[in-house]
């Protein structure tokens, strides 16, 4: 389908891959962190842009065009490392360490300061794009996967930036349709709760009862 790549690597090569560019992520992120707080002299923020500059024309002396898309090794493993809430290679994602315990689908993850909304607080488009990725995880544990249809957010109160947990649970399916709820919590407290409805899309459900494995998946 559009956008899925079949890459021929072992696991290997994809743990080398791994350990290359997390790094180079964390250290974006921390250069986004640090450009929105820094204080340092004029002359110093011109030698920072002439080094980003350099940094940036360095890594796009090869890049792939488009998007990251979604990468499958042949063992039936893939990699969203793209993924603006979970990618391995993003630094605009927090990132999320989506995980699942029992039925509850959760990250726990600490928001800085570059997605500051209301002053000390995390903004709201960014807490939904958070719900929106934890409540899609939540139906493709539960084997009923599905693409966004409505995403409904109430934020109760404020939700500070810091450490959060975002989490998740199907509630019940209808059909194509998944049914999900979720929460963010800051020191035990509700801040956010949200209600999505996931559907399985046509183009997948044409592809019969045996779709490619893992096609709505969420990434490693
Ligand atoms: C890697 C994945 C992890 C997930 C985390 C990330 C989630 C995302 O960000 S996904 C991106 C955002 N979402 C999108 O871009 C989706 C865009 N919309 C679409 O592609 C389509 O409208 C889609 C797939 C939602 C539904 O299309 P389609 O499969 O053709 O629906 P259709 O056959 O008309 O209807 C199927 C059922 O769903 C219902 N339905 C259709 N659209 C919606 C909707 N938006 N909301 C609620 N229900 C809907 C219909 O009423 C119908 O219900 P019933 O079976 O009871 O009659």
Sequence with gaps: ??????????PEEIAA???????????????????????????DVAKAIQLIEEATALLGTKAVEGSFGVRWT????????????????????????????????????????????????VHGGIIAAMLDQVLG??????????MTGTLRIRYN????????????????????????????????AVTVEAEGIFILPKAVRDLGDNPPPGILAPGD
């Design 74 to 121: 042949p063992d039936g493993k893939r990699r969203t490392w793209g993924n603006a809430i979970v990618g391995l290679r993003n630094p605009i994602a927090p990132p999320l360490d989506i995980r699942q315990r029992g039925d509850l689908t959760y990250a726990d993850v600490v928001i800085g300061p570059q997605y500051e909304g209301p002053p000390t607080l």
């Design 157 to 188: 109160r404020g939700t500070p930036l810091g450490p959060i947990r975002v989490q998740s649970a199907v509630d019940r399916v209808e059909g194509v349709k998944t049914f999900v709820s979720g929460q963010v919590i800051v020191d035990d």
């Design 137 to 146: 995880d939540a139906a493709v544990n539960a084997g009923v996967p599905g």
């Design 1 to 10: 389908m559009f956008g899925h790549v079949m890459e021929d690597l072992t």
């Design 17 to 43: 891959a791994s350990q290359l560019y997390a790094p180079l992520a964390d250290r974006v992120r921390e250069l986004v962190a640090a450009t929105v707080l820094t204080e340092v002299p004029a002359p």
